[in-house]
């Protein structure tokens, strides 16, 4: 008799657990670019800003991504590639002046995806994909902000975390 209502519990908690909340159809992990350099045409990255950019690296070693997503600038594919030759991932090129249609594009998708932009665009993308977009990034400081997304079904939770030293 105990032992048939063991098996019982343990079957409703094993029954609960499988619609748990820590499964979800898509994570999404926004980025701004790294430290550029003062280059006036398409900067590239400092060499803190090549650092920052294997910290990301680093920082989403255990997480297996699906998707690089990036604007098509040296400091954004900079920024993107130590990621993707770590998961050995191809970089999709994005627009930034179409955040709205990429926002719809990624949330449309299944899968773990990163996505490389802007002080100016990486808040908005989080916003237009139903995430929290923070206080403005400081421009000439702020290079370490991570947004990270997640969605279950057409529930997106999102979370501001930093990265890298």
Request: with cysteine; hydrophobic share 35%; net charge positive.
């Amino acid at each position: 008799m105990i032992i048939r209502r063991l098996t019982a519990i343990l079957a409703l908690f094993m029954l609960s657990s499988c619609g748990s909340n820590n499964v979800y159809d898509a994570q999404y992990y926004l980025v701004r670019h790294a430290e550029k350099t003062t280059d006036k045409v398409d900067p590239g990255l400092t060499e803190i800003g090549e650092q920052r950019a294997l910290d990301l690296a680093e920082r989403l070693k255990d997480i297996p991504l699906t998707h690089i997503y990036s604007s098509n600038f040296k400091r954004t594919l900079n920024t993107a590639k130590p990621v993707s030759e770590k998961k050995n991932l191809e970089t999709t090129i994005y627009s930034p002046k179409a955040l709205e249609a990429l926002a719809i594009e990624l949330l449309s998708k299944e899968g773990i995806f990163l996505v490389v932009g802007h002080s100016n665009t990486t808040p908005n993308l989080s916003n237009f994909m139903g995430g929290i977009a923070g206080e403005p990034i400081v421009e000439a400081t702020e290079y370490n902000r991570l947004y990270v997304l997640q969605r279950k079904g057409n529930k997106i939770t999102s979370k501001i975390e930093v990265y890298g030293r």
